[in-house]
């Protein structure tokens, strides 16, 4: 998937202007919630449930339909040596 999914209702900024929170209507594009998403993309791509959610962390949620859907991908590929 690329681009920004329609799911997205709203982004605002935190008071520091240093985060971004975003407000996504999982079941509209097919989830339950944030963390049924994460185990999906873990299965999908062959990595733990563990790691993925460890990957979504470090790059943060603004990143989950672009950057994390990436390094699962690369890190499934690390894996399989």
């Not at 097919?30 to 460890?54: K, P, T």
């Not at 989950?64 to 859907?69: K, N």
């Amino acid at each position: 998937m690329t681009g920004t999914p329609q799911g997205i209702i709203d982004g605002s900024n935190t008071v520091l202007g240093l985060e971004r929170t975003l407000l996504i209507d999982w079941v509209s594009i097919g989830y339950d919630s944030r963390e049924h998403y994460i185990l999906e993309m873990a299965d999908e791509h062959d990595v733990s449930a563990e790691g993925a959610f460890a990957v979504a962390e470090l790059l943060g949620d603004e990143e989950l339909f672009d950057g994390f859907v990436t390094a699962l991908t690369d890190l499934s590929a690390l894996l399989q040596f």
